[in-house]
């Protein structure tokens, strides 16, 4: 017993100064290079996880979150200007580029509400603005410019024009303007259509890690967890998809779990080693005899009961009384009745007669019979 007493003490001293030491070096790492799935670009400084990392990993604006229930947009930005997300397609560390996309896959319904604002936020857009009016026309109008799918129907169409395309000259009457909105273009508007616009491309211009990213084999980042100043340091690989904080909680489980596992094994062998002892022979326990079992009545005292058999008019000892009590069916002509003599209730012979050998009592008064009882040994 003592020895067993040192084996849980030590487990105990393992789980609770060498696990806390392990997630120590866990959270030291936790800044490292992380991803939501294997096709999803890789997300580091300036950018981190919010559902995986503390925010001291990452610049405030640059907060991003997993969208497990979306293969192709897994992570997800969200601008303080913006009442909805963006979903992160591409990140180019070194020239400081991001491309994102719309999760409804319709960036023209954002234009157009008014919903698509980076004010406030690091980024800024790549390209110049340009200012559109969104009409909204009905099939029968002569407009030359390509109707936007996603806004549109078999009974009207929504478009966008650049603005200063609208004058007096042009065929609007058919129109009505839904809003205006600026709209960065990657592209001169005249081979430009809305149902191709999938994305745009930001920039951000602080932090500022250019000089870091060109040198292989090193990241940007804070100094350390209490300081802004920037620095360099060695990448810290993700394994299999996973950050290393994952990879190092997997490890701490996975050895709690192991040093449990050895207790539980000591304990079976202790008890293993408790049960080979001497065994007395069996043969040597005296049994003691089993005691007598007072069952029904014997076949002679249940054939002395008196019976009648029921003619065709159904004449009962009690006209009332035309239901056996044990099997619940009404007595039909020709049938034979038993009486316990006792209390004068009736039943068909066979069932009062099965009855009795297991009961030495009436099914109904529960009144005890006179007659010999059975006895089983």
């Given at each position: 017993?003592?020895?067993l ?20 070096t ?14 999803s670009p ?7 996880l919010?559902?995986?990392?503390p ?7 640059f907060?991003?979150t ?8 897994s992570?997800l ?7 909805r ?27 157009m509400?008014?919903d ?12 110049a603005?340009?200012?559109f ?8 109008a ?5 109707p ?9 169409m ?9 004058n ?13 909105a ?16 999938n ?6 211009y ?19 967890n ?18 290393k ?56 005292t249940?054939d002395?009961y ?10 009962l ?16 002509p ?12 009736y ?6 007669d099965?009855?009795l050998r ?20």
């Amino acid at each position: 017993m003592p020895a067993l007493k040192e084996y849980i003490l030590i487990s105990f001293l393992l789980f609770f100064f060498f696990i806390p030491h392990l997630a120590a070096t866990s959270s030291a790492t936790t800044c490292g290079e992380s991803t939501c799935t294997s096709t999803s670009p890789q997300i580091r400084f300036p950018f981190w996880l919010k559902n995986l990392q503390p925010s001291t990993c990452g610049y405030e604006g640059f907060g991003l979150t997993c969208n497990p229930g979306h293969r192709w947009q897994s992570i997800l930005i969200t601008v303080p200007s913006s009442s909805r997300h963006f979903a992160i397609q591409e990140i180019d560390y070194l020239n400081q580029n991001v491309w994102i996309s719309d999760p409804n896959n319709c960036f023209p319904r954002r234009f157009m509400d008014n919903d698509f604002s980076f004010d406030g936020s690091p980024f800024s857009y790549v390209h110049a603005l340009e200012r559109f009016t969104f009409l909204n026309c009905s099939y029968q109008a002569e407009v030359s410019y390509p109707p936007i799918s996603c806004l549109s129907n078999e009974h009207y169409m929504v478009t966008g024009v650049p603005s200063d395309l609208i004058n007096s000259s042009t065929p609007w009457s058919s129109c009505s303007v839904i809003s205006e909105a600026w709209v960065p273009l990657s592209e001169p508007f005249e081979s430009f259509e809305w149902d191709y616009l999938n994305g745009f491309e930001l920039e951000w211009y602080v932090p500022n890690c250019r000089f870091c990213e060109a040198i292989p084999g090193k990241v940007c980042g804070f100094d350390n967890n209490t300081s802004s100043k920037l620095g360099c340091s060695n990448a810290i690989n993700s394994t299999n998809g996973l950050s290393k904080t994952v990879m190092y909680g997997k490890i701490c489980i996975g050895i709690t779990g192991l040093f449990f596992l050895v207790i539980v094994i000591m304990l079976r062998l202790r008890a293993c080693g408790r049960v080979n002892r001497p065994i007395i022979e069996l043969s040597a326990i005296p049994h003691p005899q089993p005691s007598a079992v007072i069952m029904g009545l014997d076949d002679p005292t249940i054939d002395s009961y008196p019976k009648t058999q029921l003619g065709e008019s159904l004449e009962l000892p009690k006209p009332n009384d035309n239901t056996c009590s044990i099997c619940l069916g009404n007595y039909q002509p020709r049938e034979t009745l038993r009486t316990i003599p006792e209390c004068n209730h009736y039943f068909h012979a066979n069932c009062i007669d099965e009855w009795l050998r297991r009961n030495a009592t009436c099914p109904i008064c529960r009144k005890s019979s006179e007659g010999n009882k059975g006895i089983e040994a």
